[in-house]
């Protein structure tokens, strides 16, 4: 029997792009995805265990871990959203509200692929040249679309968006997300700004700075309404047991993450500093530094780590841009030496 999937599927799902993520190797030093690479609390590490003895039973912990959020993001339970990392969170925005929608480029990739997926209009406008945020161009545009998003801390970039432009693109009053995935890195949020502005969407992760990305545990912050709203096309026990668990014991442990991330950011600013002899390095408020690297190709430093075991994150040239770009996560001080150890022979 011949079937033909691509003629029965959705006539613009075969020319959608697939995500790719950071590459991973055993017995090899991960610096492409943005990981904590220290890993979790201990208390989150023993939360785990207990939960892995109730696998049987379904979720049960929604209300408790959004209480324990919001708590943690000074707001009311009501106003926080659970999902199955930020992806979730982007599909059911867009899934909830009317678009078009518009980004900005380079940025997560997310925003462009889910709205590929479910065929809304998207549309994005460069960056400027030092990708600062353009936000007289941006607001402009934003005319014609409906839903907006922003990252700040922006990955891959590292740059951030001044509260002062936050608010010029609230103003507009049109769905505004800030996905602020590296925020503890970078110490500023926009939640303030929910008093001011009902339309505005605060996304975040625990899979940064907590350590958590393999049990993809997201969170966004919003009006009671917008919340509301979105959890009608929220999936049943969207979010697994294990992740609810661990996503309590984090917050509960708040300060083992608030240690690593000081790390993070001293070891930030030594790799800052090596790129920065090297290439052009961009300043970065994520946990990952953000360097064109030509005349030589993004391939071509790829591949010499690969040789030293070393893995970062291959961008090559993105349109509208000059240059050779990677991304370079931090790692744990002893990672970090080593890498430094590697740029400075080349």
């Known amino acids: 029997m011949e079937f033909n999937a691509a003629g029965c599927a959705r006539p613009w799902i075969s020319g959608l792009d697939v995500y790719e993520p950071g590459k991973m190797q055993e017995g090899y030093i991960k610096l492409a995805s943005n990981e904590n690479n220290y890993g979790p609390s201990p208390q989150v590490v023993e939360t785990l265990k207990k939960e892995s003895e109730r696998v049987n039973v379904y979720p049960y912990r929604f209300r408790q871990t959004r209480e324990k959020i919001a708590g943690y993001c000074g707001v009311k339970a009501d106003n926080v959203l659970l999902g199955n990392g930020s992806d979730e969170l982007i599909d059911m925005l867009l899934k909830t509200f009317n678009g078009p929608v518009l980004s900005f480029r380079p940025t997560f990739a997310e925003y462009r692929l889910v709205a590929g997926i479910l065929d809304e209009e998207y549309d994005e406008i460069n960056l400027n040249d030092d990708f600062s945020f353009p936000v007289d161009e941006f607001t402009s545009k934003a005319e014609n679309a409906e839903i907006l998003f922003l990252c700040s801390p922006n990955s891959p970039t590292g740059g951030v968006i001044s509260e002062e432009d936050v608010r010029k693109v609230l103003e507009l009053g049109k769905l505004t997300v800030v996905d602020e995935a590296y925020v503890e890195f970078y110490g500023k949020s926009v939640i303030p700004l929910l008093k001011e502005f009902p ?30 709203l979105l959890s009608k096309v929220r999936l049943p026990f969207n979010v697994n047991s294990l992740a609810l668990g661990a996503g309590i014991a984090a917050v509960d442990s708040v300060d083992y993450m608030k240690e690593t991330v000081d790390r993070i950011k001293k070891d930030r600013d030594i790799l800052f500093e090596s790129l920065t002899g090297k290439f052009r390095a961009f300043r970065s408020e994520g946990n990952f530094v953000f360097a064109d690297v030509s005349p030589m190709k993004a391939e071509e430093l790829f591949d010499k780590l690969m040789e030293e075991k070393i893995i970062i994150r291959c961008f090559g040239k993105f349109d509208g841009f000059e240059g050779e770009y990677v991304r370079i996560t931090v790692g744990t001080a002893e990672e970090n030496r080593r890498l430094v150890e590697v740029l400075d022979g080349l």
């Open 199 to 228: 339309n505005l969407v605060v996304m975040r992760t625990f899979a940064k700075a907590f350590a958590l990305a393999g049990l993809r545990l997201g969170y966004l912050v919003a009006s009671q309404e917008i919340v509301e």
